[in-house]
């Protein structure tokens, strides 16, 4: 498989990982060119276990970035050590990465995602749940606020750090809300009004043509006639 780029993402990379935490991958591959030439296209993602990775072949990737997805996009700005497949072509994403980003698509994108986390927490009620339950609420809690301020960043800065600062706010943040889930729905509310008062760096479109020009390199690098 040709894959361009790939590193260590999730808990590890935002630095909320706790002993026994899965290791998750995620990376992006370039199907040959002529497998696109058929009836049927290459598959479009391959997922695993043991070891967790998620790799998506790079069109699907793109599009996934361009609409501001934040488990994808994270890819692109992880710090340096937390990647471990880099290719040129890999590189050449990197650089472009801003092109990916528009206003509307970021805050729909974290917003949506946070929410779709704090649905999980109301969904399971008043705390009195297992050992087990009570630490994927923890979790959800962690990643609720994550998204708010990392999706807030690149908002208003055009930049995202994966690495969150104060990672032990992060855990408090989840103890509280495994204890009372309607604790997280202040913050959620506060990011709203954030976003809502804030003035966004990114434009209200993203810039395709990059992305187009390197997908276009790719399939050029990856043709055997």
């Known amino acids: 498989m040709n894959v361009l780029l790939s590193g260590i993402v999730g808990s590890t990379a935002y630095g909320l990982a706790k002993p026994g935490s899965d290791i998750d991958r995620l990376g992006l591959f370039a199907a040959d060119t002529t497998a696109f030439h058929g009836l049927h296209g290459p598959a479009e993602s391959h997922v695993t ?35 471990e497949v880099r290719t040129p072509l890999g590189d050449e994403l990197i650089e472009i990465r801003s092109s990916l980003l528009s206003a509307k ?76 889930t309607m604790t997280a729905l202040p913050l959620l509310q506060r990011f709203e009004e954030r976003f809502d008062q804030a003035k966004s760096v990114l434009p209200d479109q993203p810039d395709e043509a990059p992305v187009e020009a390197w997908l276009h390199r790719v399939r050029a690098a990856h043709y055997t006639p």
């Open 105 to 180: 698509r970021v805050r729909y994108a974290y917003l949506g995602y946070a929410t779709q986390q704090f649905k999980r927490l109301y969904d399971r009620g008043d705390g009195s749940f297992s050992a087990d339950t009570r630490k994927r609420t923890e979790k959800h809690a962690r990643h609720l606020m994550r998204l708010c301020h990392q999706g807030f960043e690149l908002y208003t800065t055009g930049r995202l750090n994966v690495r969150v600062e104060n990672p032990g706010t992060f855990h408090e943040f989840g103890e509280e809300v495994a204890a009372d």
């Open 49 to 83: 276990t043991n070891p967790d990775r998620t790799l998506h072949e790079a069109a699907k990737w793109c599009r996934l970035a361009l609409g501001g997805n934040p488990t994808v996009m994270e890819l692109v700005w992880l710090p340096d050590d937390l990647y």
